[in-house]
């Protein structure tokens, strides 16, 4: 039975039924800025998602360069407050954010110092006062035309243009905080993916300024080996051969312990490595898997007696578990110390043989691995050999053709085709 309204007596005024304004979708406004037209949406989301009776709050992000920018965040928000998660009601500035950020990860630390670095010259100096969300994809364009003209922040380049290859780290790790950001509900796009506007460095770019691998022939290599053996009658002999032959990391050679080296199946594990923020302990590998090398008898020999020296120094220095090329007390060794050692030496040697060039400690791994290839190995066994996650490093890294390697092929295709 429908339900009867009693009609208002005479004089009585007549009382309107109040309507419930609805919650529509969302809405884009157009607002003018000193940079031009900006766009800006709101919706209405619940004050906690935990406890929807303490009712709703409008939210509202703008800064962006278009209606679809703008409509692309609002369907992200529409799309977070359908699955109930949780809005930031303040957003912080991106200096606050990225220090919190970065605090939180948990990788090796040199990665992290690295980040730290990133952080300190090229995002909290120009976009730390920007809050998270009115972060857009042209401020981070112009930033990073503005990193390629003087972005250098060095006491010797500052000012300079900065490489292709560093603005394409700055790149990565800024969008890796504007990820977590969205994870933490303070935005809803990452402005760092808008590739029609941002024009980070590809990868074409970084490479063609990657400065070229300097290394050794291996008649370059022998020459300083016998000099540094017989004429120098350096200590560190072992260490210099240890890296050329094995292409081991110079903090992997330092961790190494007697244990290690198997001279019977003439191989050595490779478990560890110097902690280059804290030499004074180990880590894992760069990769965190450790890899068993086959090394020359020669190379053996020289740790053969390398160990006797050792043995003569101190037993201990000598026992399973010490550390191979432990200072006189046992410690671990500085890396950067030994990279000091070897540019001492290089520089007596280039000053004795015109043949030698200067090349780094890490030269000398380069050389190895360039002097396989030289050889016709395979390139998978010389990523074994280095210790590299994948072989597509190694070809990225090695993908210049030396002359010997040209030569080579181009034998052996002659050869193949015979007299055509």
Do not use: C
Not at 153 to 162: N, R, V
């Amino acid at each position: 039975m429908p339900v009867q309204i009693k009609p208002p007596e005479d004089g009585e005024p007549v009382k309107r039924q109040r309507r419930s304004r609805s919650r529509q979708p969302g809405s884009i406004q157009e607002y003018p800025t000193r940079e031009g037209k900006r766009w800006r949406f709101q919706i209405y989301v619940p004050k906690d998602p935990e406890y929807p009776e303490l009712g709703s709050r409008r939210l509202t992000r703008s800064g962006f360069t278009s209606t679809d920018e703008a409509n692309d965040a609002l369907q992200e928000a529409l799309k977070q407050r359908k699955q109930n998660e949780k809005f930031g009601s303040k957003v912080p500035l991106i200096s606050v954010y990225a220090d919190e950020w970065v605090e939180g990860l948990k990788l090796a630390d040199s990665t992290i110092k690295g980040y730290k670095k990133i952080i300190r010259n090229h995002i909290r100096p120009q976009l730390g006062d920007i809050r998270l969300d009115q972060l857009t994809a042209t401020r981070i364009a112009r930033h990073y035309r503005d990193l390629e003209q003087h972005g250098r922040a060095d006491k010797l380049g500052k000012g300079k243009p900065l490489s292709a290859n560093t603005v394409n780290k700055v790149h990565v790790l800024l969008s890796s905080i504007m990820d977590a950001a969205i994870d933490d509900g303070h935005v809803t796009v990452n402005p760092t993916k808008k590739k029609r506007t941002v024009k980070a460095p590809t990868t074409s770019e970084v490479r063609a300024q990657k400065p070229e691998i300097v290394t050794w022939t291996g008649e370059q290599l022998s020459t300083f080996l016998a000099w540094d053996r017989d004429e120098r009658k350096d200590e560190l002999f072992p260490l210099w051969r240890l890296i050329a032959y094995s292409g081991m990391r110079r903090s992997e050679a330092l961790a190494l312990k007697w244990s290690d080296i198997n001279a019977k199946t003439m191989r050595i594990s490779i478990r560890r490595a110097v902690n280059t923020e804290d030499w004074t302990q180990t880590k894992t590998t760069k990769t965190g898997n450790a890899r068993v090398l086959d090394i020359d008898a020669e190379t053996l020999k020289a740790l053969a007696a390398y160990k006797v020296a050792r043995a003569e120094l101190s037993f201990d220095l000598a026992k399973a578990d010490a550390y191979v090329f432990a200072d006189d007390e046992g410690n671990l060794r500085s890396p950067d110390a030994m990279t000091s050692r070897w540019d001492r030496r290089l520089k007596w040697a280039t000053a004795k043989f015109d043949s030698l060039n200067r090349v780094t400690l890490k030269g000398l791994r380069h050389t190895h691995a360039t002097l396989l290839l030289e050889l016709g190995e395979h390139p998978k066994v010389v990523q074994e050999r280095l210790g590299h996650s994948t072989i597509t490093t190694t070809m990225n890294i090695y993908s210049h053709v030396t002359p010997t390697m040209q030569r080579s092929a181009v034998d052996r295709f002659a050869a193949h085709l015979g007299d055509a």
